[in-house]
């Protein structure tokens, strides 16, 4: 009798040994599911808006994101002036264009 209260005795005195590594695992697994669910996608948007952006040239047709659509008539640095109706310039900043437009379109509207 005195073997079995020594044995479990024992057992109750002993620490999970794979606990700390399965919590690890499982953290950096998460890690990992998030950088390719929200991080990645997040920069490649942001990259191809940046690249349309310093692509901009006089005489494109763009949608602001405001939802104005005009001719870039003019660029100064960061801002850009654009014509969104007959002597009706407006001036914005070059990361407020939400996209381009095919050549004609305002012309279509």
């Known amino acids: 009798m005195d073997f079995i209260s020594q044995a479990h005795a024992q057992a109750a005195g002993q620490a999970p040994s794979d606990g700390g590594i399965i919590q690890l695992v499982m953290l950096v697994g998460l890690f990992v599911m998030f950088y390719f669910i ?36 003019k660029i100064e640095g960061d801002y850009l002036l654009l014509n969104v109706s007959d002597n009706v310039d407006l001036k914005f900043q070059r990361h407020s264009i939400h996209a381009v437009l095919p050549k004609g379109t305002l012309k279509s509207i």
């Open 38 to 73: 929200a991080i990645r996608p997040q920069r490649k948007r942001q990259k191809e808006h940046t690249e349309m952006v310093n692509a901009l040239g006089k005489g494109d047709e763009v949608v602001t994101t405001s939802g104005i659509l005009g001719k870039i008539v």
